[in-house]
Antibody, heavy 120, light 111 residues
């Protein structure tokens, strides 16, 4: 069965970086894009970007360009999202979620979420 | 970026009610729209994609309609497990559009 398992909660200071992992299993890793979506406490969903695990190509929402990096390790079917220069309003639950390569069928599987807390 | 506006942001309904949620796009997105359901403390769940296609395993009381700039999610007979927050998301990633934005959400609560 398809599973996306994310790394555990993180507490970071302002200005630091955080790297969250998402291990995929149960499907062909390179056939699906992986996206990152975040949700601040009590707020809505915010799409951050995607990575193509086959090529390593990425696409980021303008808000996060220059501050986010997405990478993958195909040998262990894991994708990573690193967010730098953290601010307090980056405090959120971060989700990985896959789509088929054409994106048009939506995010059919999601990770369990990783809480990132940014506090001095 | 394409903006999505959901309405209402909050609605109170009873079990058995027919519920309709609207999502308006700031420009035409054909049928590149998905709907999700999210319960507290859980990841979102895909309900509908392509504006009208029901995701496998989703009950048939959920339906989607619309194209272009106006879309609706309808729950034909609200069940206790349907009380949740619903989000639309535009899936048009063709250049120059690159952001798969979400609507602001609609919280459905028990009357």
């Amino acid at each position: 069965q398809v599973q996306l398992v994310q790394s555990g909660a993180e507490v970071k200071k302002p200005g630091a970086s955080v790297k969250v992992s998402c291990k995929a299993s149960g499907y062909t890793f390179t056939a699906y894009y992986m996206h990152w979506v975040r949700q601040a406490p009590g707020q809505g969903l915010e799409w951050m970007g995607w990575i193509n695990p086959n090529s390593g190509g990425t696409n980021f929402a303008p808000k996060f360009q220059g501050r986010v990096t997405m990478t993958r390790d195909t040998s262990i079917t894991t994708v990573y999202m690193e967010l730098s220069r953290l601010k307090s309003d980056d405090t959120a639950v971060y989700y990985c979620a896959r789509t088929y390569y054409d994106i048009l069928t939506g995010h059919d599987y999601w990770g369990q979420g990783t809480l990132v807390t940014v506090s001095s | 970026d394409i903006q999505l506006t959901q309405s209402p942001s909050f609605l109170s309904a009873s079990v058995g009610d027919r519920v309709t949620i609207t999502c308006r796009a700031s420009q035409g997105i054909s049928n590149y729209l998905a709907w999700y359901q999210q319960k507290p403390g859980k990841a979102p769940k895909l309900l509908i994609y392509g504006a009208t296609t029901l995701q496998s395993g989703v009950p048939s009381r959920f339906s989607g309609s619309g194209s272009g700039t106006e879309f609706t999610l309808t729950i034909s007979s609200l069940q206790p497990e349907d009380f949740a927050t619903y989000y639309c998301q535009q899936l048009n990633s063709y250049p120059p559009e690159i952001s798969l934005t979400f609507g602001g959400g609609t919280k459905v609560e028990i009357k």
